[in-house]
């Protein structure tokens, strides 16, 4: 959950979320694994009671909400207004 958490916030501050939906909408395997990590999260919170049978709802979102971060990291380029505007 630790790694799941700190993945997260470095996408957030490495690229943002207009860098994350520029990204995504390229790409239908990161829309898949976006809605796919989603629609698992939400169907897990809402149906677990207990933490035990949450861990094991959640074991299918977590490769691909990996690949995502992951995916997302390495493919972002951000554009020439967004480095001008740093300068």
Same mark, same amino acid.
């Given at each position: 959950? /630790?790694?799941?958490?700190?993945? +997260?916030?470095?996408?957030?501050?490495?690229?943002? /979320? *207009?860098?994350?939906?520029?990204?995504?909408?390229?790409?239908?395997?990161? /829309?898949?694994?976006?809605?796919?990590?989603?629609? /698992?999260?939400?169907?897990?919170?809402?149906?677990?009671?207990?933490?035990?049978?949450?861990?094991?709802?959640?074991?299918?979102?977590?490769?691909?909400?990996?690949?995502?971060?992951? +995916?997302?990291?390495?493919?972002?380029?951000? +554009?020439?207004?967004?480095?001008?505007? *740093?300068?």
């Amino acid at each position: 959950g /630790i790694f799941m958490l700190f993945f +997260s916030f470095l996408l957030l501050v490495k690229v943002g /979320i *207009k860098g994350i939906y520029q990204t995504v909408k390229s790409s239908q395997i990161l /829309i898949f694994s976006f809605f796919f990590t989603i629609f /698992i999260a939400a169907m897990a919170g809402g149906i677990a009671f207990n933490f035990g049978t949450l861990a094991r709802y959640k074991m299918p979102l977590i490769p691909f909400f990996y690949f995502f971060i992951i +995916s997302i990291l390495t493919t972002y380029k951000p +554009s020439k207004k967004h480095n001008e505007s *740093k300068v």
